[in-house]
């Protein structure tokens, strides 16, 4: 990145006077508005035409302070010290920042709502005021020890040790952006240490289990039945579910293989899915490419008791959400002997060791396997 460059510049003003001002470049950006600007006023005048000594002797004076202040700028910016940057940000408004941030970062309805919530937090923690100046490593330690009581934001139970890290981790993503964009010279969190995750519980339905749910209707929302059959049987998530069109499924040469094409929503990389051919029976008739797979589908309080109340008539006693049907999908590919590579990639899982997490799960299984056959 280039080196901001401070010029010197002069503007005409009334009464035979000139104001001198810095000019920046590239723009540097305001504390108080949060806009880039090029321009810094010194609040220094000079005579425009002087005439008397005393008139020249004040411009010479004026003049080599203006000097001065420029060549110290440009020198702490060539040094890359950018000391006089971080100064001028230090007043800009951090709470601000954090929610533009947000907004970047977040790729789904999901994710943005989980910087909401940590802003909710931090606006909590800060009692509705933070500049970059307030936000030092005591801050931030300050912060992990916050989220370690803190209640979710409008419920009553204390946040779990995932939710404190993912939120801990959202503080972090935008002090290191502040750092690439020069806002602050150094990260106020770089020596803070992590929240401590908590072992993974992933709840998953064995094969029975499965059987068992295709077996009950639910009638208050089939859709939300086929969809999640469809889920165990895919590994897809709930927002690539909910938005999946018929355009996206492409029957192929093969009569028992049907081909998903799809972009994930979480991450936005374009997907390619064979699916099997019971997975093409639950969704019928072939629609218009632009319908939606599952019409009125959509994600809200009602339709979560709707689930957990087919489940429990499928006489299924486990707390299900609707992501465990992608863990069931991962947990009994593994049990039956399917790649983890080809696992991992029909997850779209972009780390094999998200995918590893399942292996744990089936390792488990394998013991209590081991220990159902006895001899007394």
């Known amino acids: ?32 508005s949060g806009q880039k600007k090029r321009r810094d ?22 003049l080599l302070k203006a000097e001065s202040i420029r ?16 100064k001028f940000n230090q007043k800009r408004d951090f709470l601000q920042y954090f929610h533009e941030k947000g907004r970047q970062h977040s790729n789904s309805s999901g994710n943005l709502g989980n910087w909401q919530s940590v802003l909710e937090h931090l ?7 933070c500049s970059f100046a307030d936000v030092t490593p005591e801050f931030c330690e300050g912060f992990k020890k916050y989220l370690a009581k803190a209640k979710s934001i409008g419920r009553s139970h204390q946040l779990s040790a995932n939710t404190q890290l993912s939120y801990f981790a959202k503080l972090r993503a935008a ?15 770089i020596s803070i240490n992590n929240v401590r995750a908590e072992g993974s519980n992933r709840v998953y339905l064995t094969q029975a289990e499965v059987k068992k749910l295709y077996l009950t209707p639910c009638p208050m929302l089939p859709s939300l039945r086929i969809a999640s059959l469809f889920s165990c049987l895919t590994g897809l998530r709930w927002s690539d579910i909910e938005k999946l069109t018929w355009g996206e499924i492409e029957e192929t040469d093969q009569s028992d293989i049907s081909l998903l094409k ?3 929503k979480k991450t936005g990389r374009s997907e390619y899915l064979p699916i099997s051919n019971q997975a093409r029976e639950l969704l019928g008739t072939r629609k218009p490419q632009t319908e939606r797979v599952f019409p ?70 394998k013991v ?7 001899l007394y």
């Open 1 to 32: 990145m280039k080196p901001i460059k401070v010029t010197l510049r002069k503007r005409p003003l009334e009464k035979n006077r000139i104001s001198l001002y810095l000019d920046f470049y590239p723009p540097i950006v305001d504390p108080q």
């Open 175 to 189: 002090l290191k952006d502040a750092v690439k964009e020069r806002i602050i010279t150094a990260d106020p969190c």
């Open 41 to 62: 006023y010194l609040g220094l005048h000079i005579y425009a035409n002087p005439k008397t000594h005393t008139e020249k002797e004040f411009n010479r004076i004026c």
């Open 123 to 129: 606006k909590i923690y800060s009692r509705g005021n």
């Open 368 to 374: 209590e396997a081991a220990d159902k056959i006895k």
């Open 296 to 365: 009125g589908l959509k994600y809200s309080a009602t339709n979560n008791t709707i689930l957990k109340n087919w489940i429990l008539s499928a006489g299924i006693q486990k707390n299900i959400t609707f992501h465990c049907f992608r863990h069931t999908y991962a947990t009994l590919q593994l049990a039956g002997g399917t790649d983890i590579y080809v696992i991992s990639g029909n997850l779209g899982h972009s780390n094999l060791k998200t995918t590893e997490i399942y292996t744990k799960i089936t390792n488990e299984k």
């Open 71 to 86: 060549s110290q700028k440009e020198i702490e910016f060539l040094n890359n010290s950018f000391g006089f940057y971080d």
């Open 262 to 264: 799809y972009r994930q």
